[in-house]
């Protein structure tokens, strides 16, 4: 008995020394950097994507969700003011990049070229995920001398969203209910001015305080409408021209007739339309689902004669285009664990597989699975954006510092549409200082 009770205190003993060699295995842990706001208060302990609404709730949920279903791997989430990339840029030069990094297509070969970046084609295609599977769009986003460098999880661009309680009583909607947007600049400017008279409202909501993006988004939509080659060289712009003089003097235009909102921030803008102060928000893809959530709200401005939203209208007799772009999954190089590699893997594939959740904001799905699917088409308003799977146009891929260029355009727009500067002079200077730029990489 004395024999037995001995072996069991010994076994018992060995179990702990055991325990205590090999302690509960730690979760593998990756750091995740996004833009897309921050909402904790409303989703930080979300796990049900179903239930998440807007870029920030559903990326939230989809995160902790992740989470919630793989305790053997913890992504910590760090949340960056849009777009984020002077600190990105910063973190690699201190050698200390998150793991994953939200990013822009066209912000890819800022840090592919530079060897920052991981090929992707062999974790993915370990995950099951093959090129095939992206929509061409998203595809050709995040392909970079052959290779992939970037999950695509959308592709998004600017549109017209519309308050059609507004439309109505500016007699532009049409016998079968649908808004009558112009087919050129006179009818544009036509249109603008009979708003105004009708409504006492301006036509165009525009967030132009302190804004380089929607300039910018403006005229290369209106140049690809131009059939414009404005980028036929990567390394060079040839924008001091004819077809940008028209889409300038068009928005000036608007501008002097106070057919635009002036001095409106983003989140104004957003609040004003919301409000029912303009008829339509230049704003992007992402928008539609926060719009459409305030349409079926009793009292709301879009409640009380609905919504609606289309692609830019075509203004030039050119091809049917306009401006996109797309947001991307892409990973730092840097060491890691073979764990580390295997959970960013999986992570990706767990992203890729709700990519129809992620759609919910808006932007069009970067899997063909999901795009062709009757329960993205059953999505509201889909069937009016649609086409900007095939219209969407984005710059060459091998320009770089896009969002640079941005800043720039939109500098020099603002300039002349405000008046401070001559349309002649803000497209010489434009062009110049992006040429300097790219003369510099």
Known sequence: MIHMLRKTMLAAASIAALAAAHPAMAATELTFQRFFGACDADFG?????????????????????????????HVAVTTVEWPGYDQLTAQFAAGDPPDIVTIHHSALSDYQSKGLLVPLDDVLAANGIKPADFTDASRNGVTKDGKIYGLPIDNWTMLFHINMDLFKQAGLVDASGKPILPKSVDELLAQAKQFKEKTGKPYLIQNLAN?????????????????????????KVKINTPEAKKVVEMYKAIFDQGDTTKDLDYAASINAFLAGEGGVHLNGTWMIGDYTASAEKPGTALNKGGYAVYPYPQLFAGKHAQYADGHSLAVSQKDRSDEQTAAIGKFLKFMADHDFDWSRTGHLPAMKAVIESAEFKALPHRDTVAPIAELGTSLPSAVQRQFAIQDIIGQEMSAAITGQKEVDASLADMESRINELLANL
């Open 45 to 73: 302990s979300n796990t049900d994507i179903a239930k998440a609404v807007g870029e920030c709730g559903i990326i939230t949920s989809m995160v902790n969700k992740f989470n919630a279903d793989n305790p053997d791997i």
């Open 211 to 235: 804004e380089t993006a929607l300039y910018t988004r403006n005229l290369y939509t209106y140049l690809f409408q131009q059939n414009s080659e404005f980028f036929a060289d990567p390394t």
